[in-house]
Every structure is written in structure tokens, then in C-alpha cells.
């Protein structure tokens, strides 16, 4: 089991190449219609998945004010601890960028060759500001929810030009890459690093500002931060589960910290049927730590709390730090 990921620029032939390379390796290739398909087995719907579109420039949170961004890296995660993934877009390189068996690629072109695709298929005269746009809002996507620049070469094990190597050189490079970095074959360790995944302690932003997963969880800081309620942001992870050398397995950690009340927060801003998963550790974590008060605030729950106290929404990250407090080291 491997993961691969595709970051491109826009008419680069980016999606071209990825299914090239996915039939090529026998990877599931998860690009938008696969998309399409997941979440419409869960009742949502196009509209929905375009505010979780980094091109499209979609915040992340539906009309509905249910984060749909979280549900879709659950939906990623989940398929790569169970078969071969190729993520076309949606920030994979920065959702699987720890994990040992992945190669992260970004497929671009010159400015001339995108150019001239965008006019075969649209015919408009100002295909560079289209370019630009498209590519803008890409940028920003990114920015908000990894608080990362996603043109950081850094960020990549290959940089290919496919105007100067074409679909097929393209995929052949990345075919060669994925042998010489023996990413598949790992089915067990992939499972297990995503299972460890809530262990890891949650990165922070520079300045010492949290760095918010989700737009929601910049919301709530807005309405503590006006009522002066101190606030820690994921300042502890709870073990669930352990193996027999007794290391830790699998972990909870709650979103929010008030240590004025003693108490916990945890959003759940996906529709209830779609938290199972989270649902099952918040009850193991009652039954293993019955003493510590938890409050669990759902979608439609957390909304009308917003609402009521008519806070208008910001981006994420952008709540003031005056009612937080940094996390223990």
C-alpha cells in the first residue's frame, strides 16, 4: 500500500498524468468525480464538495455551516489505510506529508503552453487572468486550511514540466520515483500511522498563534475571546488504546481547553451520521476518564451558537489571542 499525491498548476495536464500513473500502478485515483461519488453516498452534494475545492476557492464550511473539509480528509485517510491512493489535489501533500510511505509530486507548465490549453477549451481572450485565478485561489486555499505556500518546492520529492516531458515522460518519472522510494507494500504501516495521527501534537503557527484546523474552530475562539474566557487550544491528547509493549495505539484530543471552568470542548461540525468514528473514541474517553468534563458541540448545535450571539465569521486563524493561552510544552 503506498500514497502518492499531485499538486498542479491549472492546464498542466496534471489530471491527465494522474490517471496515467494510477492505471499504470493499479492506485485508486481520488480526484473530484471520485469525490463526487463519496460524498453523494452520504446525501451531500456538488455544491458541497466545491467549498472543499482549493481551485474553486470554497472556504470549507457548506451553507449549512458543516465543515465538509474535515469529513473529506477523513474520506482520504480512510482510503489510504485500506488500498493504493493517488490524491489528485485537496492538499494531500500537506495531509499525508509525514507519513513515510508517500511521494509528493507537482505537475506544471509554462505559462504559454497553459495558456493555449485554456483557449482551445474556453476560447476567451483573457486566458492569463483566468490562469491567474484559478491559481490564486488555489494559493489561498491552501493557505487557509495548512497555513502553508504550496509553491514551496520544498513541499514536493518531484517537480515535473510536462511541456517539456509530456503525459507519458511525466508518468514514467513518477513511476521510477515510486519504486526508488519503496512506498508500496506497506499496508500495515500505513494503518498504523494513520491511526497515530490524533497522537501527534498539533502544529502552531508562527507567532505563536494557533493554527486552527478548521474554520469553526476560529469561530468558537471569537465567541470566548468576547466573553474573556481563557482558552487553551488542543492542549492535550487522552490514550485510548494501547499495544502490548504499551505504547500509545490511538488518542482523543478535545479541541478546546477553559481552565476557568475545568472543562473540554470538542466540535463535531460534520452531520451526525457521518461521525461514527468520533462518536466511538468520545464514548471510550468517558469510560476512561469518567472525571473529566467534556462538552461535545454538534453542526447544527454550534451554529445556533454562533448565531445567537451574532458574531460575524472570519477566516480561521484570525481570532484574536487575547482570551488564549499558549500550550504547556
Known amino acids: 500500500m503506498g500514497i502518492i499525491t499531485i499538486a498542479r498548476q491549472t492546464r498542466s495536464d496534471g ?21 463526487e461519488e463519496l460524498v453523494n453516498e452520504h446525501g451531500l452534494t456538488g455544491g458541497e464538495l466545491d467549498e472543499s475545492d482549493e481551485e474553486r476557492g470554497g472556504t470549507g464550511v457548506a451553507a449549512e455551516g458543516e465543515v465538509h473539509v474535515d469529513y473529506l480528509q477523513a474520506v482520504l485517510l480512510d482510503l489510504a489505510a485500506k488500498q493504493d491512493v493517488l490524491v ?48 490564486r485561489r488555489r494559493s489561498e486555499w491552501i493557505r487557509q486550511h495548512y497555513g502553508e505556500n ?28 515510486a519504486e ?40 468558537l475562539a471569537r465567541v470566548l475571546d468576547f466573553y474573556r474566557i481563557r482558552w487553551q487550544y488542543e492542549p492535550m491528547s487522552f490514550p485510548l488504546a494501547w499495544d502490548e509493549a504499551g505504547n500509545v495505539t490511538e488518542a482523543f484530543t478535545p479541541d478546546f481547553y477553559l481552565p476557568d471552568l475545568d472543562l473540554y470542548l470538542e466540535l463535531t461540525t460534520l452531520k451526525q451520521s457521518l461521525v461514527t468514528d468520533k462518536n466511538r473514541k468520545i464514548r471510550k474517553f468517558r469510560e476512561l476518564y469518567p472525571d473529566i468534563r467534556l462538552k461535545v458541540f454538534y453542526g447544527r448545535d454550534f451554529r445556533s451558537l454562533v448565531q445567537k450571539y451574532g458574531l460575524p465569521a472570519t477566516a480561521p486563524g484570525t481570532a484574536s489571542a487575547r482570551g488564549s493561552e499558549a500550550r504547556p510544552s
Not at 156 to 165: A, F, G, S, V
Open 15 to 35: 489530471e491527465a498524468v494522474a490517471d496515467r500513473v494510477a492505471r499504470d500502478l493499479g492506485f485508486s485515483l481520488v480526484d473530484r468525480p471520485r469525490l
Open 88 to 135: 489528485v489535489g485537496r492538499g494531500g501533500q500537506f495531509l499525508f506529508r509525514d507519513c513515510p510511505w508517500s511521494l509528493h509530486v507537482r505537475v506544471v507548465a509554462s505559462p504559454e503552453t497553459r495558456r493555449a490549453a485554456l483557449q482551445r477549451v474556453r476560447e476567451l481572450a483573457d486566458a492569463d487572468a483566468m490562469m491567474e485565478e484559478a491559481d
Open 150 to 177: 504550496w509553491e514551496d518546492p520544498a513541499h514536493y520529492d518531484l517537480i515535473i514540466r510536462t511541456d517539456r516531458l509530456g503525459v507519458e515522460g511525466a508518468a514514467e518519472l513518477i513511476r521510477s520515483a
Open 180 to 219: 526508488v522510494r519503496g512506498i508500496t507494500g506497506h499496508t500495515a504501516e500505513i494503518a498504523a500511522w494513520i491511526e497515530r495521527r490524533d497522537v501527534e501534537a498539533p502544529a502552531e503557527r508562527s507567532g505563536g498563534f494557533p493554527g486552527f484546523v478548521h474554520p469553526s474552530e476560529a469561530e
